[in-house]
């Protein structure tokens, strides 16, 4: 094994969120505020945001995915997330990055939305 395997063995693919930071489940109810319109669940409980950071000075960062590449709103949705995260009282800013590793799956579903959505 060699240093590079060692630096990336362990390595989180969607790194923590904040979940201490007061302002993190107002967040996370902010982002469930947000929905793909062909799809009658959240995004949050799609599991489409991987991580949400959250600084000392409130300032947002959120990591999300979509479905698929391919998907006709992947322009909007990330400025329907900021303009519902900086509705919380308390944010001073947002940033919502699109990343595509690691793909979005069915697993990533919290079991909510999978009931919603027939999957159990």
Sequence with gaps: MNA???TFQGTPLIPQSSTEHPLYVDV?????TVHD??????????????TIDIDQD???EITMSLTA????????????????V??????????VELVWEPQWG???MSDEAKLEL???
């Design 28 to 32: 996370v109810v902010a982002c469930r």
């Design 69 to 84: 590449p391919g998907c006709p709103v992947a322009g909007d949705m990330p400025g329907w997330v900021a303009d519902a």
């Design 106 to 108: 069915m697993d990533m």
């Design 37 to 50: 319109p062909e799809i009658p669940v959240n995004i949050y409980d799609l599991g489409l945001i991987y």
């Design 118 to 120: 027939g999957f159990m």
């Design 58 to 60: 409130n300032h947002v």
């Design 86 to 95: 900086l509705m919380v009282e308390g944010v001073r800013t947002v940033n």
């Design 4 to 6: 590079e395997t060692e």
